[in-house]
């Protein structure tokens, strides 16, 4: 997502080597430039970028500090547009969100993915489906609603969208919904039919916001038609789709600063819960391989049970950890989204993400083959793993489809599992992992004696 970026602000800032050195903040700002515009940022944004780093790092001082400050404090200006962040909520429910973009932008998927994060704090949503154009489209949202588990407005016998789109605030309002998210109709490309019939929608119901979703990987064409939207039917809030796959990651820069409308939205994966806030400081945060502690907190908070985690944690430190609380905790990491998108956000860990985006807790096959494992137990086995003797391994093996040297070394993996997890949560256990970290080398690799 911000792989290519990030490595290049990393090479520009180690050109700057001593301090005062004007030739090396030259080299600095040379690099940053061809790194910019090869990350698809817009020339103008990249010419009004550099000028103003450039001039900033002077000002305080040529150093590698002052001109990632610079750095930190221009690109936050760029990415930070006069209007709302986030969802902002109407105080007179439903909030309705009109939700455009071009046919294969993602949009019905970001649709589903924004009712997902409404729904993960407590909000009553309702999806309508109004885009009538493409075959199957009313389908697929059926099945992403059903999928997050909101409720969806459809009527497969009608063919105007402004039907749809009434009916489904006439329900939003007598069933008392706290947001309506009405989803509309694509093109291949903006046409003037298009363009009539998303004003008429517009126009037909009290809409709050429009979103458009523009798709990350079409890079400065995403830049134009944003702009196109908002001059032919406004436009509050941009959701950027896609962007895990987008390994320029420029575009957020062309957006903000060239189309004028903020961003409130990034698609960092194609889980439901890959859906992210865009906040101008923590995306610096991370274009900069500094992490989003703040993010990720705001994240897990959303989904983690503060209640089973608390009995969680009292379990490992007697040693009672078993396999439905594992089931449990699986459960809880799968709403939080793709694990590249997590490590990404922890300062330090950044440069891991690369590696680690494949990395599916849920639908691994070592986890595929310890959920065979536990669907094939008594629920006394899962409560008391301990009772699984040779004859229960038989059994097991023979309902799960593993060989017993498997579950041998599931079941060896878990035991060793629950000593260390109780082991670190007693007294002085985490201090023993902090020495350990204080032995690692800035790879993450243990120093090693010279």
């Known amino acids: 997502m911000f792989d290519s970026i990030t490595g290049s602000i990393k090479n520009a800032v180690n050109k700057i080597r001593h301090k005062d050195d004007v030739a090396s903040l030259k080299k600095a700002i040379v690099e940053l430039k ?4 090869k990350a698809d940022v817009h020339h103008k944004t990249t010419k009004e970028l550099i000028t103003a780093i450039e001039l900033e790092t002077k000002r305080v001082g040529i150093g590698q500090d002052s001109f990632i400050n610079a750095l930190k404090l221009e690109l936050t200006k760029v990415l930070t547009t006069e209007g709302n962040q986030g969802f902002v909520y109407s105080n007179t429910p439903p909030t309705t969100i009109l939700m455009t973009g071009l046919q294969g932008s993602g949009k019905t998927t970001t649709t589903g993915k924004l009712a997902n994060y409404l729904k993960q704090r407590n909000k009553k949503v309702l999806v309508a489906a109004g885009d009538l154009q493409r075959l199957a489209a009313v389908e697929q949202l059926k099945q992403i609603a059903a999928q997050v588990e909101v409720d969806i407005y459809f009527d497969d016998n009608q063919t105007d969208p402004i039907a749809i789109a009434k009916a489904a ?6 069933e008392h ?3 309506l998210l009405v989803d509309t109709a694509g093109r291949l490309a903006i046409d003037e039919e298009l363009m009539t019939q998303l004003k008429n929608v517009r126009d037909a119901i009290k809409v709050d916001e429009i979103f458009y979703v523009a798709d990350s990987l079409t890079g400065h064409d995403a830049t ?7 001059e032919q039917i406004g436009i509050d809030g941009v959701i950027l789709s896609k962007y895990d796959g987008d390994t320029k990651g420029g575009v957020a820069l062309s957006i903000a600063s060239q189309v004028g409308v903020p961003l409130r939205f990034i698609g960092i994966g194609e889980k439901m819960p890959d859906l992210e806030v865009f906040i101008p400081d923590r995306i610096v945060s991370r274009l900069l391989g500094l992490g989003d502690i703040e993010g990720l907190a705001e994240k897990t908070s959303a989904v983690i049970d503060e209640k089973k985690a608390k009995a969680v944690a009292k379990k490992i430190k007697k040693g009672e950890f078993n396999f439905n609380d594992f089931l449990d905790q699986l459960a809880m990491m799968s709403k939080l989204g793709s694990m590249k ?3 990404g956000m922890i300062p330090g860990l950044s440069q891991m993400a690369g590696p680690l ?3 599916d807790f849920e639908n691994s096959d070592e986890i595929k083959r310890i959920k065979a494992l536990i669907g094939s137990m008594t629920e006394k086995e899962r409560l008391q793993p301990s009772l699984i003797n040779p004859s229960r391994k038989k059994r097991i093996a023979k ?4 060989s017993e040297v498997q579950i041998n070394k599931i079941l060896k993996q878990f035991k060793n599992a629950s000593k260390m997890a109780k082991k670190l949560s007693s007294k002085g256990g985490m201090k023993g992992l902090q020495n350990m970290m204080s032995q690692m080398g800035p790879g993450g690799m243990p120093n090693l004696p010279r």
Do not use: P, R, W
Request: hydrophobic letters at 35%.
């Open 34 to 37: 061809k790194s910019l515009l």
């Open 169 to 174: 605030q006439e329900k939003a309002i007598k």
């Open 177 to 179: 919904y706290d947001v």
């Open 224 to 230: 134009k038609t944003a702009s196109s939207f908002k």
């Open 341 to 343: 998108s997590i490590i």
């Open 357 to 359: 985006k494949d990395m």
């Open 399 to 402: 309902g799960s489809g593993l």
